[in-house]
């Protein structure tokens, strides 16, 4: 048996050298083009390695982004998505744009923040000094590391003069730390001086939960704070609020001494005692409802008049489940993470989201002239929409001894998909996407579908108000880069705030949601076919721009989408 298995051995490592010489002797044309000249779609995700900006500099102007060490070209009028924030490419390195903003009112930090220089984002891993921090620039790098998701084509011909196989970015969707710095527990401790809370701590110990701060600059809802606004809420929309999209706030003052007017105590009733007609049976007596209806008022209170008022926000008050997303921050921006000390006496959330997820806060049925506002807020999950797509017909060339032919497209994308929730369940809510126009800039709303949302369960549990459009195939093209909610139940201007510095801050514009578009899906073919490119060319708001709002022109080169 020895030498048989010898002579087999031998029989293996030769046929092993042979494909090993096939492999190696692997002979391609001199010309040798990747793709038989089709520019591939391809989508990168991971930490922002590096990150430029064009010479010149400019809000408009391109760079480059390196993500797994692929460098790649970002065009000029490219529109970054942050998680709640729309900003250029350029307002990435403009130091004003991220620098910090605290109310007056706050006690001062300890160490300010500290800023970014000009040439870099402070994002990415070649932001960090190389040496030690009182040599090195003032900014101490990127903590933790943030990431981007980026779409474009690849150019396979070097037809734009990047070099051949140049990496040209379409879309930035979106740049975010890590997984969003999502978490979730009961609110433990408000700080009302600083206008902050922990979570999953000691009840109303203060330094032993997690500190959540809203990345709130404007002071929208509660004190204006923000150690880097490129991270912040969405000023113009609830994203803070019940989980039913009633906006909510952390109060200026505490209850037991002052009442904040923007978000009064008295709109978070209390639980009666067992026997009263309104007891909820899953709570106990004394702690605020998770469920209540506001009673209808054309307008907000008068003076003295301490009955809900839906014309104001709510404030998050001991006991509530909240959920949150943000980056994370230090206390103290210069200083390294060390095991000595808790990690909340070192670190906090800086939020752009928080929901009171389980709270459903209802406002009265009827139009909004008579009974008051409503809100809406979504989308419950990414808003989709398909970009359509056509067969691809590949040139023949020549020279490559390339025929040509046409790449199927075996399934067009035509799917939308849109969800969220409306606080009035009794009117419809229209979806629209908001076309912009490439030289003015105006906003021309194109309905796309009608929706009657859930009636829900006995005393509004479950899933009252929610309403989902879901659409496998229909023709919603072109698609945009900003979808809108409005209900029927009417819009209203809300009374001016109180924001940043004791500034009149004008109020939500409520009965609507408008928000920017994370998911587009492009066509595929099957194997054995070229990469398809993604067709970008169908988005309007990337071949044309939006007249400024935002972006104030074509993408600049624009990615290759033809042989």
């Known amino acids: 048996m020895k030498p048989k298995l010898t002579t087999s051995m031998a029989v293996i490592i030769a046929l092993s050298l042979l494909w ?93 923040p500290i800023n970014h220089p000009a040439s870099q984002t402070g994002l990415a891993l070649a932001d960090v000094p190389t040496g030690p921090p009182r040599r090195g620039p003032l900014f101490p790098g990127p903590f933790p590391c943030f990431n981007a998701i980026v779409l474009g084509n690849i150019d396979v011909k070097n037809s734009l003069g990047f070099g051949p196989n140049a990496y040209i970015i379409g879309l930035i969707l979106p740049i975010d730390q890590d997984l969003g710095n999502a978490g979730s527990g009961f609110i433990t401790y408000i700080d009302y001086e600083k206008g902050r809370f922990e979570a999953n701590g000691t009840l109303n110990v203060p330094g032993t939960g997690t500190v959540i701060e809203i990345n709130d600059p404007l002071g929208r809802f509660g004190l204006a704070h923000s150690p880097d606004p490129r991270w912040s809420v969405d000023s113009d929309n609830p994203t803070v609020s019940a989980g ?36 909820d049976p899953f709570l106990q007596a004394g702690v605020p409802f998770q469920t209540f209806f506001m009673p209808p008022k054309a307008a907000p209170n008068a003076p003295g008049d301490t009955t809900p008022d839906p014309w104001k926000q709510a404030p998050f008050m001991l006991g509530d489940y909240v959920d949150w997303s943000g980056i994370l921050a230090k206390f103290n921006p210069s200083a390294a993470i060390t095991p000595k000390l808790p990690m909340n006496q070192q670190v906090y959330i800086s939020a752009n989201t928080v929901s009171s997820d389980k709270l459903a806060i209802f406002t009265a049925s009827g139009p ?71 030289v003015s800039g105006a906003e021309v709303p194109r309905l796309l579908g009608t929706v009657l949302p859930l009636p829900g369960e006995a005393l509004g549990k479950g899933q009252k108000g929610r309403f989902v459009l879901q659409v496998d195939k229909t023709n919603f093209l072109p698609p945009t880069r900003v979808y809108k909610f409005r209900s029927r139940h009417g819009t209203l201007q809300l009374p001016d705030q109180t924001g940043l510095n004791g500034a009149p801050l004008p109020g939500l514009l409520s009965g609507q ?43 600049t080169p624009f990615p290759p989408f033809t042989p």
């Open 20 to 112: 090993a010489a096939w492999g190696n002797a692997q002979a391609l044309p001199p010309n040798f083009v990747f793709n038989s000249n089709v520019p591939p779609g391809f989508e990168q995700a991971g930490i922002i390695q590096a990150a430029t900006l064009n010479p010149g500099g400019g809000p408009n102007a391109g760079g480059t982004l390196t993500i797994n060490g692929i460098t790649m070209i970002v065009p000029a009028n490219t529109i970054v998505q942050m998680p709640a924030n729309t900003l250029t490419w350029g307002q990435l390195f403009d130091p004003a744009v991220s620098a910090p903003v605290y109310d007056n009112s706050i006690p001062a930090q300890l160490t300010p």
């Open 244 to 279: 039913n999209g009633y906006p909510m706030g952390i109060p200026k003052y505490d209850p037991a001494v002052q009442i904040d007017p923007d978000r009064p105590i008295y709109n978070r009733p209390l639980n009666p005692p067992i026997g009263d007609a309104n007891h």
């Open 513 to 555: 949601y408008r928000y920017p578009q994370f998911g587009f899906q492009f066509p595929d073919t099957f194997p054995g076919y070229p990469v398809m490119p993604n067709n970008l060319n169908t988005l309007k708001f990337l071949t044309q721009g939006e007249g400024g709002n935002p972006s104030d022109g074509p993408l």
């Open 368 to 438: 909004a002239a008579l009974v008051g506002p409503c809100y809406l807020q979504g989308p419950l999950r990414r808003s989709i929409i398909g970009t359509g797509g056509t067969p691809l017909t590949v040139p023949p060339d020549p020279s490559l001894g390339i025929i040509g032919g046409v790449i199927p497209v075996p399934e067009p994308k035509l799917n939308f998909v849109a969800a969220g929730w409306c606080t009035d369940s009794t009117n419809l809510v229209d979806i629209y996407a908001v076309d912009i126009d490439p």
